[in-house]
C-alpha cells in the first residue's frame, strides 16, 4: 500500500503524440470508465504488463476518482472490521489494497514524466491533490490507526504476539509512518495537515511545470558555424538534429538541458556563446515572469514549516530526516562539513591552474586577461586535465557509444549477479524509443523481471536521468501456507535525456553521461534484485540516504579495464580504446573533483540549512548569503540552483534529503576498497555480499545493520576522503 502522492521524480510534463496512444472523446458515464483498461488489471506475460496501448488520456480524470473511491472503500473495509486486530488482516490487508489506484499512478507518472505535453499539465494540477488527500485519509483513519497501535502493542509491548523479523518490521515501520503522518493528531488538526498537504500538492505540480517550460522556451540558436569551433562533429550533429526538432530557427541549438549544455560549456571556444547557454541553463526559472519559480518556494517552504510544527517537530528537516540513516540534521551537516573544506581548497587549485592556462592564452593572443568565470570552468578544467595528464576528453568520446555502454552495463549484470537482459519486441511501450528486456537468471533460464529503456530527450520529457518501478516484487516465500501476498516479478525502467544522433550516426556521450548510465541501471539492479515477501518492503523502498548507495557502486564497473577494452570501442574503427588512453583516464580519475563536490555539496548544505528555517525569506537573498557564509567560490555555480532545484521543490521526496548522495557515497567508497582489495570489481565473492546483503534485502533489515553484514563492520567515512583525493 502506498502513502505517497506521485512522486517528485516523475512528476514532469508530458506529450501525448503517439499514434498508439487513443484519441477518443472522453468517456463521460461512470460505468464505461469503470471498464477502461485504466482500472483493470495488466494483461500479458509474466504477471501483466502495463498497456501502453490501451491507453486514453482523456480517461485519467474520472479514472482517479473512480480508483481513489475503490482504494478507500478497501480501506474502511479493513479498519471498521469486526474481527479483531491481527497482523494478516490488518498490515498484510494493507499491503494488498489499492492495487487499481497504484497501477493506474504509474500508467500517469509515465505519462507526467515522459510524455508531457497537451492535457497532462492540467491533468497534474488536478489529480495531484486528490491524491494528497487520499494518502492523508489513510494515515489520518482513526479506526484503521487503532488496529495497527493495537497489533504493534501486542508485539512489541505485550509480546503476546509472535511474529517474524521481515513482518515485525513491517509493522513497526507502518505503525511509525502513521505516527510521523499526523495519525495521533486531533480531528481539527488532521484537518488543517490535509489543507497544507493538498496545497502542497498543487505548489509542487506548478513547479515542475514552469521548470518543464523553461526548458523548452530558452535555447541557444546559432547559425554561424564559425562560432562553433571546438566542438567536435558528433556534437554539431546532435545540435543540428536539435535545431530541426524545435523549429529549425537557425542550423544549430543548445537545448536548455545539461545533456546539452554540458558538452558545450566543456568543449566551445566561443565565450560569449558559452555564457549564453550557462545563463540559459542556470537561470531557469528565475527570470521574474510567469514561469519564475522564488514565490512557490517561499509558500512551500512555509507551509512545511507549519507542517512540522503541527506535527511535533522543530523544523521540516528534523521531521525529514527521522527515519534516515543519518537520522538528525546535525548528522548530516557533521559529514557534510567534514567534506566541504577539502573540496574547497582543491577547487582554488584547480582554479589557479586554470587562470595560469586563461592568462598564458590571453597573453599571446594580445588580448586583456579574463578572471576565471563560471562558464569557463568547465572550458579550461578541459585544457588543464590536456595539460597534466595529456588526456583530452574529447579523445575519449569516440568511444563512448550509448548502444555499446548499454550493452556493457547488461554484461556486468550478468557477470557479476549471473542476470541475462534479452530484447522483446512484442510487449506495448509509450514511445518507439523505448526497448523492453526480459532479464532471466542465466543459471536455468528463470524468468527475473521487465526492465524498460527510454534512453533519448523529447519535448514533454523532464530533464535529468531517473529510475522508476511500475511493479515491485513481492510473494517471496517466507510461510510456504502463507498465500495472502502475491508473487510478482519487477517491472523497472531507467529513462535519460541522450540528445539522439543524426539518422545513421551512432549515439556519442560524455563521460559523465555514461557515469549516470551505470548510475540509474545501479537503482534498476536494485529493484530487479529484490527477494522479499511484503511489498512495501521490496527494492528500492529503503531508507533516503541509504538508496544511492547500490547505484553508485556501480558507476565504478564503468572505469573497469573488464569493461572499457571490451565495449569502449571506436565509432569508425571499432578498435578498442587503447592502453594508452585506457592509462590516462585511471591516472585523471580523481582530477575536478572539487568542481564535482562543491557543485553538488554546495546543494545539499543549502537544502540543510533552508529547511531549518521556520520564517518567511527572500529566496535569492537566502541563496546568495548561505553561499556566501559557507565560502562558496565564485567561479563555479551550485549544480541546481533553488528556482530550478527539483530534487526539493516537485514532492517532499529529497527535500533535507539531498545529502544523501554523499552519505551513499560514503558507504559507496568503503564498499569500492572492498572490491579493490578482493583484487578484482568481478570478485565472484564479493559480489555474492553484494547481492545477499545489498541488492535483495529491501527494507526488511535496518540498513545500518544490511551495511554491516555486507562489510563486516561500520563503514569507515575515511574512505570517502579518500576516493575524492582528499585524504592528504
Request: proline residues 5%; aromatic residues 10%; glycine residues 4%.
Amino acid at each position: 500500500m502506498r502513502f505517497s502522492v506521485v512522486p517528485a521524480s516523475f512528476l514532469a510534463v508530458i506529450v501525448l503524440v503517439q499514434p498508439s496512444f487513443s484519441q477518443d472523446p472522453a468517456v463521460n458515464n461512470s460505468s464505461a470508465t469503470e471498464k477502461s483498461p485504466l482500472l483493470q488489471p495488466w494483461p500479458g506475460p509474466h504477471g501483466g504488463v502495463p498497456p501502453w496501448n490501451e491507453v486514453r488520456v482523456n480517461e485519467f480524470a474520472e479514472a482517479f476518482d473512480v480508483a481513489i473511491e475503490e482504494a478507500e472503500a478497501e480501506i474502511d473495509r479493513i479498519a471498521n472490521q469486526d474481527s479483531a486486530p491481527t497482523f494478516e488482516n490488518t498490515i498484510v490487508a494493507m499491503e494488498t489494497a489499492g492495487e487499481t489506484l497504484h497501477r493506474l499512478e504509474v500508467l500517469f507518472d509515465v505519462h507526467a514524466g515522459n510524455l508531457n505535453v497537451g492535457p497532462i499539465p492540467d491533468l497534474e494540477r488536478s489529480v495531484t491533490p486528490k491524491l494528497a488527500a487520499y494518502s492523508d485519509s489513510v494515515t489520518q483513519n482513526a479506526a484503521l490507526f487503532a488496529r495497527i497501535e493495537a497489533i504493534h502493542q501486542d508485539v512489541f509491548d505485550k509480546q503476546t504476539v509472535q511474529l517474524n523479523d521481515d513482518a515485525k518490521r513491517l509493522l513497526d515501520e507502518t505503525f511509525k509512518s502513521f505516527v510521523r503522518r499526523g495519525a495521533r493528531l486531533s480531528d481539527e488538526d488532521k484537518a488543517k495537515l490535509s489543507q497544507i498537504n493538498t496545497r502542497l500538492a498543487r505548489l509542487f505540480t506548478d513547479f515542475n511545470q514552469n521548470v518543464l517550460e523553461e526548458e523548452k522556451g530558452h535555447v541557444t540558436w546559432i547559425d554561424d558555424e564559425s562560432r562553433l569551433s571546438g566542438i567536435s562533429e558528433s556534437t554539431r550533429d546532435a545540435m543540428a538534429v536539435a535545431a530541426k526538432e524545435k523549429g529549425g530557427k537557425a542550423k544549430f541549438a543548445v537545448t536548455n538541458t545539461r545533456s546539452s549544455m554540458d558538452p558545450f560549456l566543456t568543449n566551445a571556444d566561443d565565450r560569449e556563446l558559452r555564457e549564453q547557454v550557462w545563463r540559459n541553463y542556470y537561470f531557469r526559472a528565475d527570470h521574474g515572469d510567469e514561469h519564475d519559480n522564488k514565490s512557490i518556494i517561499r509558500e512551500i517552504l512555509n507551509l512545511r514549516a507549519a507542517r512540522a510544527k503541527l506535527l511535533g517537530y522543530p523544523t521540516h528537516a528534523h521531521w525529514r530526516m527521522e527515519s534516515t540513516m543519518a537520522g538528525t540534521p546535525d548528522r548530516a551537516m557533521q559529514l557534510m562539513m567534514k567534506v566541504w573544506p577539502h573540496a574547497v581548497k582543491r577547487v582554488a587549485t584547480e582554479v589557479a591552474d586554470m587562470q595560469a592556462i586563461a592568462d598564458a592564452e590571453m597573453e599571446a593572443a594580445g588580448k586583456p586577461k579574463i578572471k576565471i568565470e563560471p562558464w569557463d570552468y568547465r572550458y579550461y578544467a578541459e585544457k588543464v586535465r590536456q595539460d597534466k595528464y595529456d588526456l583530452d576528453m574529447a579523445e575519449v568520446r569516440p568511444y563512448l557509444q550509448l548502444d555499446r555502454l548499454t550493452e556493457a552495463m547488461m554484461w556486468c549484470a550478468d557477470e557479476l549477479f549471473g542476470f541475462e537482459f534479452r530484447p522483446v519486441n512484442d510487449l506495448p511501450v509509450f514511445h518507439p524509443d523505448v526497448t523492453v528486456y526480459e532479464v532471466v537468471q542465466k543459471t536455468d533460464g528463470s524468468h527475473v523481471g521487465l526492465f524498460y529503456l527510454d534512453p533519448f530527450a523529447r519535448e514533454g520529457k523532464r530533464s535529468g536521468a531517473w529510475m522508476m518501478d511500475y511493479r515491485g516484487q513481492s510473494g517471496w516465500e517466507l510461510d510456504p501456507d502463507d498465500s495472502n501476498v502475491p508473487v510478482r516479478t519487477p517491472i523497472v525502467s531507467n529513462n535519460s535525456n541522450f540528445v539522439p544522433a543524426a539518422d545513421g550516426k551512432p549515439v556519442l556521450i560524455s563521460w559523465d553521461d555514461a557515469t549516470t548510465l551505470f548510475h540509474e541501471f545501479g537503482h534498476a539492479l536494485h529493484g530487479l534484485s529484490s527477494r522479499v515477501h511484503y511489498p512495501s518492503q521490496s527494492g528500492t523502498n529503503v531508507a533516503r540516504d541509504f538508496v544511492e548507495f547500490p547505484s553508485q557502486v556501480l558507476e565504478h564497473w564503468l572505469s573497469t579495464p573488464e569493461v572499457l577494452t571490451k565495449y569502449a570501442t571506436h565509432h569508425e574503427t571499432g578498435e578498442p580504446m587503447p592502453q594508452q588512453l585506457l592509462d590516462k583516464i585511471e591516472a585523471s580519475s580523481k582530477f575536478n573533483s572539487g568542481f564535482e563536490t562543491v557543485e553538488y555539496l554546495a546543494c545539499a548544505i543549502l537544502d540543510m540549512k533552508l529547511h531549518q528555517l521556520n520564517g518567511d525569506i527572500d529566496i535569492s537573498e537566502f541563496e546568495k548569503s548561505a553561499l556566501d557564509e559557507i565560502g562558496m567560490p565564485d567561479e563555479l555555480p551550485m549544480r541546481h540552483r533553488l528556482p530550478h532545484f527539483s530534487h526539493l521543490f516537485s514532492s517532499d521526496s529529497y527535500s533535507a534529503g539531498y545529502y544523501s548522495y554523499l552519505w551513499s557515497d560514503a558507504l559507496t567508497a568503503d564498499a569500492a576498497e572492498m572490491f579493490e582489495q578482493a583484487g578484482s570489481y568481478f570478485d565472484e565473492a564479493t559480489a555474492s555480499k553484494l547481492f545477499d546483503h545489498i541488492l535483495s534485502v529491501g527494507d526488511t533489515v535496518d540498513p545500518a545493520e544490511t551495511y554491516r553484514n555486507f562489510r563486516g563492520r561500520d563503514v569507515d567515512t575515511e574512505a570517502l576522503l579518500r576516493k575524492r583525493g582528499f585524504a592528504d
